[in-house]
C-alpha cells in the first residue's frame, strides 16, 4: 500500500514590528512515500507575504499544519490578479517520488561472488 506523509517541519515568521509578529513568511515542507517499505522524500520552502488586516488571516498561535500545507498547494496570485500555478505541486511531487519508489523496487544491490569482510582480528 503506498502512503504520503507531508508535514510542516519549520516556520519562518515575522517578528517585528509589533503589528506584524506572528506572520508566516516561509515553510518549510517535507513529503515522505512509504510504498511496501520502499521510501523515498523531497523536501522544499514555500515563500508567502501576508497582510495582518485581510479577511482570513490567522493569528501564529492558531495554525495548523494543515492550513500552511493548504497555503503551500495553493495557486498563486500575481500582481495583476491573474493564478498562476502553486509554489508546491503536490501532484507532481507525488508522482516524482512514485516514479523513484518504482524504480528502486525493480533493482538489486550486491555482487555475483563472495566478499570476506575484514573482521580485525588475525587468521590462524
Known amino acids: 500500500m ?6 510542516i517541519t519549520s516556520l519562518t515568521s515575522d517578528t517585528a514590528p509589533e503589528e506584524r509578529a506572528g506572520g508566516v513568511v516561509k515553510a518549510f515542507w517535507l ?3 512509504n510504498d511496501s517499505g520502499y521510501t523515498a522524500s523531497n523536501y522544499g520552502v514555500a515563500l508567502f507575504t501576508f497582510d495582518p488586516d485581510a479577511a482570513g488571516y490567522t493569528p ?3 495554525l495548523t499544519e494543515d492550513q500552511v500545507l493548504g497555503w503551500c498547494w495553493a495557486p498563486t496570485i500575481d500582481a495583476e490578479g491573474e493564478e ?4 508546491v505541486n503536490k501532484d507532481t511531487i507525488e508522482a516524482s517520488l512514485q516514479s523513484i519508489v ?3 523496487k525493480n533493482t538489486a544491490r550486491g ?3 563472495e566478499v570476506e569482510m575484514y573482521s580485525g582480528e588475525e587468521s590462524e
Open 84 to 87: 498562476s500555478d502553486p509554489q
Open 111 to 113: 555482487v555475483p561472488w
Open 31 to 33: 513529503c515522505v512515500i
Open 60 to 62: 501564529y498561535d492558531n
Open 2 to 7: 503506498t502512503s504520503f506523509n507531508w508535514t
Open 102 to 104: 518504482g524504480r528502486r
